[in-house]
């Protein structure tokens, strides 16, 4: 989720380990926000593997974002007890997160997105594109942390093929689907958009049904439990309704891959900790002022998430929408080899 000024510009790239960033304890600060699935992405992993003493955290506030152009962009409260569960900019006091970006490039004309990863030693930004992060941060700092948490592998390589030929499909119709379908400034763009999500959806209630869960690819957590786990825990209860993805329901019309939201949530507390409905929900309806224009923020879906995780996968009903485009989009996606 991003905003940007006029003009373009690169992100930033970077690695760690790398020369120019090595792997050191306490030299590296996060910039999320929680209502972003892909900033939500990082703060996964740095749950997961242990890393919340190691890359300390500052979090903007979920609204105001700004006009269309996204100026002035995401602002952090004044003080932490402003909004719960925003912070004040621990490094530098900053009211606004493009002031950070200008400190690491004061002609910067790209997107003042989140997360951003920041290199305290040297000033300047590490990388703040959230894919590119999901693939090394899991592993970057195992040299500083117990073994049964460097042993966490979310790139394996029996499975990197599996992997690497779903991402792109659940990045491109999911993970970006929805705001592919929400932001539509036509009827036509909408209708062509809408459908690729559902039918991407429908794949992945197939995927997990014939991988018999509790994980994407079966037994083992995956980078794509984590791409997938910050799209759907936003589906129902924003996408939904702000974004027009109401062909269906996660909790009514997938029941895998509801069954499988569920035991993310529940089972697995990095998900579970880094997850922020509030945050969320008054995120796209207070922020997106072109898409719900009194900023009225709808109460339901109640609960947020539901207990109760079927774990004999057996006896779950493969689901899906049966719009006949959202099925010949679902037709279209290539099987992955078992």
Request: overall charge neutral; proline content about 7%; hydrophobic content about 35%.
């Amino acid at each position: 989720m991003s905003i940007h000024r006029s003009g373009t510009a690169d992100s930033w790239h970077g690695i760690i380990p790398s020369t120019a960033f090595p792997a050191e304890p306490d030299r590296y600060h996060l910039y999320i926000g929680h209502f972003c699935p892909f900033a939500q992405r990082v703060n996964f992993v740095r749950h997961l593997k242990g890393l919340t003493d190691i890359i300390k955290i500052s979090v903007v506030r979920p609204y105001p974002k700004g006009d269309l152009k996204g100026w002035p962009g995401w602002k952090f409260p004044a003080s932490d007890d402003e909004y719960p569960g925003a912070t004040v900019d621990h490094l530098y006091g900053e009211d606004y997160l493009h002031k950070v970006y200008f400190r690491a490039d004061p002609e910067y004309k790209g997107r003042y997105s989140v997360p951003l990863l920041w290199d305290m030693k040297t000033g300047t930004a590490v990388c703040n594109e959230s894919l590119q992060m999901l693939r090394w941060l899991p592993k970057a700092f195992n040299s500083q942390i117990p073994a049964s948490l460097a042993d966490i592998d979310l790139y394996p390589s029996h499975l990197q093929a599996k992997i690497d030929a779903i991402s792109p499909w659940m990045q491109s119709d999911v993970n970006s689907g929805v705001y592919k379908a929400g932001f539509a400034d036509s009827q036509e763009e909408y209708d062509a958009k809408v459908v690729r999500v559902f039918g991407a959806l429908n794949k992945l209630e197939r995927i997990i049904a014939q991988n018999g869960g509790p994980f994407v690819l079966g037994k083992e957590m995956t980078e794509l439990d984590v791409m997938l786990y910050t799209t759907l825990i936003r589906f129902d209860v924003v996408y939904v309704q702000h974004f027009k993805c109401n062909l269906g329901t996660i909790r009514h019309d997938y029941p895998v891959l509801h069954n499988w939201l569920k035991g993310m949530y529940w089972d697995v507390e990095a998900a579970r900790k880094t997850t922020d409905f509030k945050h969320i929900k008054e995120n796209y309806t207070k922020s997106h002022w072109h898409v719900n224009p009194k900023a009225i923020t709808p109460l339901g879906p109640y609960p947020d998430i539901e207990e109760g995780v079927e774990r004999d996968w057996t006896k779950l009903r493969v689901g899906g929408v049966k719009h006949p485009a959202v099925l010949e989009h679902e037709a279209s996606i290539p099987d992955v080899s078992q």
